[in-house]
């Protein structure tokens, strides 16, 4: 069990880390998609003339912030769950029902691993240009480079990453607690987050 121990308290300090990293980078894509929105509202119904690539760079923004922050939520349970039939279980059974769930999210995003890689970063679209959005390196002095759909894409592919760490790492400590031994685990996250409960 001290194995275990160890284990989830490596993978707990590595989450803490990388999804403190992407919660900062995911708040700076929202906000920026919804300054590219306003500005596009404003644009178009003030002035008549919306920018072209201010819809495809909120697009951007949203799958990133997505692909960053939908870890950070499951981690803390930030999804909305139906959760009557494991509260009207006893705990065990109820811990069981949990870990099962949890064993399924494992396989389900092992799966989407490979989707995530094989039909869209590394893909005919993803090896695609976007049509609006450029790197402006000629402010620089430089050439303006069209965005590769890749990087786009390549947010579903970070994001269940992050996903199935996040699953391992909720699964060892269900396995724990089920073996009796959740007292010994640290909590997860500051107690500050808003939860789905």
């Not at 002035?47 to 495809?56: H, I, Q, S, V, Y």
Request: proline share 3%; charged share 15%.
């Amino acid at each position: 069990m001290q194995i275990l121990l160890t284990l989830t308290a490596i993978l707990q300090r590595i989450n803490d880390a990388i999804l403190a990293i992407g919660r900062w980078i995911g708040v700076a894509a929202l906000a920026i998609m919804v300054c590219l929105i306003l500005g596009q509202v404003f644009f178009r119904y003030v002035l008549n003339d919306a920018p072209n690539w201010t819809e495809e760079g909120a697009r951007f923004c949203m799958l990133w912030m997505t692909g960053l922050l939908a870890p950070m939520a499951m981690r803390i349970g930030g999804f909305v769950s139906i959760d009557m039939l494991e509260r009207a279980l006893p705990r065990v059974i109820s811990a069981i029902l949990t870990l099962t769930l949890l064993g399924i999210a494992l396989w389900v995003l092992v799966i989407m691993w490979d989707k995530g890689l094989n039909n869209h970063v590394d893909s005919l679209s993803g090896r695609g240009k976007s049509a609006s959005l450029r790197l402006p390196l000629d402010w620089f002095g430089g050439e303006r480079v069209k965005f590769r759909n890749s990087w786009m894409f390549a947010s579903l592919f970070v994001g269940v990453n992050l996903l199935i760490l996040v699953t391992v790492e909720l699964i060892l400590r269900q396995v724990i607690t089920v073996a009796g031994f959740g007292d010994r685990l640290k909590p997860i996250g500051n107690g500050q987050a808003v939860r789905a409960d």
